[in-house]
């Protein structure tokens, strides 16, 4: 990985002041309450197999319509990360001893009876445990492929900081069909966002996924309205395609409660637009960005164009 220069980024409550109000919500970033038949019967099934989603635990704008149309997103290992990113609004602390070994067969039974086409399994970050979690992501891959043969499965995993470089391979090896893990901002301010992860390790991360496995679908996203500039933007974009990431997915941050980070600005939709543009001239299979955009956003109908778009480059070549 070539060594970049970071830019420094203005700090949101210095450039908004500390007494300014934080800018008011626009019209595109409003969504409807969740609610509705398939939205209880998702939310149920969760209940039934004592399964926590990120969907519920980081306030997800969009679990309405996800949920509605049977969509949810697993968080195992878990509701309490050993980190305190400044964004994020899920549980820290210190969690409970060891995994549920359970779990990987909870996650299973609960694909199945959702009748799930794509899945995306994600988790807290597991500072505590040897191998950060790898062999429990690994378990619940080859659960769900037991029970559910036809399922595409896409894992978005924390970055394995601590932990030996070999917990990777465990991961790869139980062959998830897209490797999601997400770089959150720009590298001038983790310190402030990410404080206990580094950017070029996930840059690493994903890097290393591909050189394991060339086939398998990486990708990646951020936010964006947390100070981020411009040009900081694009060099992400850069490091991502030099990486090999396939798919990124550019979304508006949204600050959880007034204990999180400020929201700097609301980027508009066409701010977005033109993110999503220079995404596809440097050479990404699939970019997502929109205001609403999450990782897991209309994961399985993303999955699909990803395979399209795979085979039109082939072809093309």
């Avoid at 949101?12 to 300014?20: F, V």
């Avoid at 409807?32 to 099934?45: C, E, F, L, N």
């Avoid at 720009?186 to 966002?193: D, H, N, Q, W």
Wanted: aromatic share 6%.
């Amino acid at each position: 990985m070539r060594d970049l220069k970071i830019p420094k980024q203005r700090h949101p409550e210095k450039a908004n002041g500390q007494d300014n109000p934080q800018p008011k919500k626009p019209a595109w970033i409003r969504v409807k309450a969740p609610v509705g038949k398939g939205y209880q019967t998702t939310r149920d099934i969760m209940r039934e197999h004592k399964l926590v989603t990120v969907c519920e635990e980081a306030g997800c704008p969009n679990v309405g319509e996800c949920w509605n149309q049977g969509h949810a997103t697993m968080m195992i290992m878990g509701d309490t990360c050993t980190r305190a990113c400044t964004f994020c609004n899920i549980a820290t602390g210190k969690p409970p001893e060891g995994l549920d070994a359970f779990e990987p067969g909870r996650v299973a039974d609960a694909v199945k009876k959702l009748s799930l086409k794509h899945v995306v399994i994600t988790s807290v970050d597991r500072d505590d445990i040897k191998d950060g979690g790898a062999a429990h992501f690994a378990q619940t891959i080859r659960a769900i492929r037991k029970r559910s043969p036809d399922t595409t499965i896409e894992i978005l995993t924390p970055d394995f900081l601590r932990c030996d470089n070999s917990v990777l391979e465990q991961i790869v090896a139980a062959k998830p069909d897209v490797f999601n893990h997400n770089l959150e901002t720009v590298p001038g301010l983790y310190k402030e966002v990410r404080p206990g992860a580094r950017y070029f390790h996930s840059l690493r991360l994903l890097q290393r996924v591909k050189e394991l496995d060339p086939t398998m679908f990486t990708k990646s996203g951020i936010m964006v309205g947390l100070g981020e500039d411009r040009q900081s933007v694009h060099q992400v974009m850069d490091d991502m395609r030099a990486a090999d990431v396939d798919f990124i997915t550019i979304g508006q941050y949204l600050q959880p409660t007034l204990k999180h980070h400020r929201v700097d600005r609301f980027i508009t939709p066409d701010e977005f637009l033109s993110y999503e543009k220079v995404a596809k001239g440097k050479g990404f299979l699939m970019v997502s960005a929109t205001p609403l955009t999450r990782s897991s956003y209309h994961a399985g109908d993303h999955f699909e164009k990803l395979q399209k778009a795979r085979l039109s480059s082939r072809e093309l070549a």
